[in-house]
Nanobody, 125 residues
């Protein structure tokens, strides 16, 4: 399974960007998916996650992005999105999408088996 991110770029503080992640395999939308990011010199950190289960859609966000970022997905085309509003310089990082085929929502990178190549997001002040 391949995951491909798109939508990164260079923006100014306060601007918005939308990232998307396309899975190469049909049916992958049944799995939990997430976004992580890694800034230069820092560890990879959790951004947001989304999952479907019997009770509906579940989402989770890192405290640093709550109220600014929105994760969503369209199951019909196996695409996941990350809408990022009110971007700040501290949001500058490479953003990775990830998927796991076992288990539900998770903020732990080790729980995800599949990763995209990353998309650079740079926010200038």
């Amino acid at each position: 399974v391949q995951l491909v991110e798109s939508g990164g770029g260079l923006v100014q503080a306060g601007d918005s960007l939308r990232l998307w992640c396309l899975a190469s395999e049909r049916g992958f939308s049944n799995y939990a998916m997430g976004w992580f990011r890694q800034a230069p010199g820092k560890d990879r950190e959790f951004v947001a996650a989304i999952n479907w289960n019997w009770s509906g859609v579940s989402v989770d966000y890192a405290d640093s992005v709550k109220g600014r970022f929105t994760i969503s997905r369209v199951r019909a085309n196996d695409t996941m999105y990350l809408q990022m509003n009110s971007l700040q310089p501290e949001d500058t990082a490479v953003y990775y999408c990830a998927a796991r085929d076992v288990g539900g929502l998770s903020s732990t990178s080790d729980d995800y088996a599949y990763w995209g190549q990353g998309a650079q997001v740079t926010v200038s002040s």
